[in-house]
């Protein structure tokens, strides 16, 4: 099958055959000028699909240049047959396809040779002298946007493009051109083929234009904001709201406190812009990751938890600390509220009065409860492994060389498991036993739990379904000891040694 940038121009059960490579050497030509890549086609199923299964994967694209009129190869695609049979590289000049020569024809032209041909092909090439040996070291990165080829219409050819989402890992192979580099999704086999990205400088600007987003939808605001508006019945503002209400305190930055304030059940949950993830995830579309296994020597990674309120959170790491409390420990946090029976000061909390919370941390209304970083620090340099459950907007706080934190997303289940599964459990706000879980509630949980997944999923590196409490545990406790004890992806500025 062959196409072209405007769509595919063959029936797609048109193969190519290919036994022969004819490569000509004539005389020393100057590879034409690099142009903006005016045509290309991916040559797919090059070679005979009977003798070789390799052939399903494409081959190159060819570009024409404007002024001389020549055709030529613009890229080899890394895996695909061209490359492997070493005989194509970008740059080089194609003179005849079975004898009839190409230049100055239309790349349709020219792919219209080639679909009418049969058996044998001959490629009449002139290498390009300037042949870069393509020994490009890998580079590995997450993918902190979402991608898809079909709906750019600036890929010089979108079926050689490749789609992918937040979270994403990639090996790029090729970055020889600025715009659009070569890469192949992780986990993959060592056979397959590479496919067309766009750099990080294009994917930057066609963020400016802001293109590729979803579709927009209005920001919702899954942290509470001061300026809230309660008002709003739309379901996405209800399913926020379920995550304020019912449920246990919510994270908010506070300089280096992450803080938590109680709401008594009232949604202060609106519409806000100036906490999008995506406003982040602006500067860097790719992120550089490299793998790190912890040196023992080291304080473990902290361990974040993370999930829509109620999902069960708190369950999961409390069962944690209780199965092994010599390994994992919870920091601290602080409090402004008082002292109840059967509390101990340093315990349960660090007790410090209103004033003195306001006075260090700033203004705010109701009861609040903040976990340091001191705190968490504490728990690390004493070999435990610390465990905090935050919320999703805090994870960026707290994703520092230091911390190297290891990020759980605590998923929901369906709404069936919801029912099945929580049938005696009980809401719980402020560690007071609210009420039970309504039908209501579990379909919300649901909608938050995926609104959560779909915005924040590039920070994720595990996903634990907590459907059986149980398994849950289990799970969650074997993927926090792969965490500390096996070589993991971290962002490579966690692990260079200059910072
Ligand atoms: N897998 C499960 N099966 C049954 N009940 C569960 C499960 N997971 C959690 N629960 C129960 O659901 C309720 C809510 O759980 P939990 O308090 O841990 O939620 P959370 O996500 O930590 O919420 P918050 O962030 O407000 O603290 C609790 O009563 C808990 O025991």
């Given at each position: ?186 986990p993959c086999s060592a056979a397959s083929c590479a496919g067309l990205i766009p750099s ?248 938050t739990s995926r609104v959560i997944e779909a915005r924040y999923r590039q920070f994720f ?39």
């Open positions: 099958r062959l196409y072209s940038d405007s769509g595919c121009v063959s029936p797609s059960t048109n193969t190519v055959k290919v036994k022969t490579f004819c490569l000509f050497f004539c005389h020393f030509i100057r590879p034409p000028r690099k142009t903006d890549e005016l045509f290309s086609f991916v040559l797919h199923s090059l070679g005979s699909l009977q003798t070789n299964p390799l052939l399903y994967c494409d081959g190159a694209t060819i570009k024409r240049n404007e002024e001389t009129g020549d055709i030529y190869i613009a890229r080899v695609i890394h895996g695909g047959l061209a490359d492997r049979s070493g005989l194509l590289h970008p740059g080089d000049l194609l003179v005849e396809v079975n004898g009839n020569p190409v230049g100055g024809l239309e790349p349709e032209q020219v792919i219209q040779i080639l679909i009418n041909s049969r058996g044998t092909i001959l490629f009449k090439v002139i290498p390009n002298p300037a042949q870069s040996s393509s020994s490009q070291k890998p580079v590995y990165m997450r993918a902190m946007v979402d991608y898809s080829p079909l709906q750019d219409s600036s890929i010089p050819c979108p079926d050689a493009g490749m789609w992918f989402s937040r979270g994403d890992l990639l090996e790029v192979v090729d970055q020889s051109d600025g715009h659009w580099w070569q890469a192949k999704k992780l990080a400088s294009m994917l930057k600007s066609k963020q400016r234009e802001q293109w590729w987003c979803q579709p927009l939808q209005g920001h919702v605001c899954i942290r509470p904001c001061k300026h809230s508006s309660s008002s709003s019945s739309s379901s996405s503002l209800r399913a926020s709201a379920m995550t304020l209400i019912g449920c246990g305190p919510v994270l908010f930055e506070f300089g280096s406190m992450l803080c938590t304030e109680s709401f008594n059940g009232s949604v202060l949950s609106v519409s806000c812009t100036s906490c999008s993830p995506l406003s982040g995830a602006l500067a860097t579309p790719y992120e550089e990751v490299a793998l790190y296994q912890r040196p023992p020597q080291e304080n473990h990674r902290l361990i974040i938890l993370v999930g829509a309120t109620g999902v069960g959170v708190n369950e999961l790491r409390k069962r944690l600390i209780k199965l092994n409390p010599s390994t994992f420990q919870s920091p601290v946090p602080h409090t402004s509220r008082p002292i109840r029976a059967g509390e101990q000061p340093g315990r349960e909390y660090h007790f410090i009065t209103k004033e003195l919370f306001e006075y260090m941390y700033g203004e705010s209304k109701g009861q609040l409860y903040g976990t340091s970083t001191d705190a968490i620090d504490e728990v690390l340099k004493r070999g435990r492994m610390c465990i905090v459950d935050v919320e999703p907007h805090s994870i960026q706080t707290l994703r520092t060389k230091k911390l190297k934190p290891y990020v759980i997303f605590i998923k929901a289940p369906s709404v069936e498991r919801l029912r099945q599964t929580r049938r005696d459990a009980r809401i719980i706000t402020n560690y007071t036993v609210n009420r039970a879980f309504s039908e209501e509630d579990f379909v919300e949980l649901e909608e590196d595990s996903v634990v379904v907590n459907d059986d409490l149980q398994d849950a545990c289990m799970q969650l406790s074997s993927i926090i000891h792969q965490a500390q004890h096996e070589p993991q992806w971290i962002p490579v500025s966690w692990s260079r040694t200059d910072e």
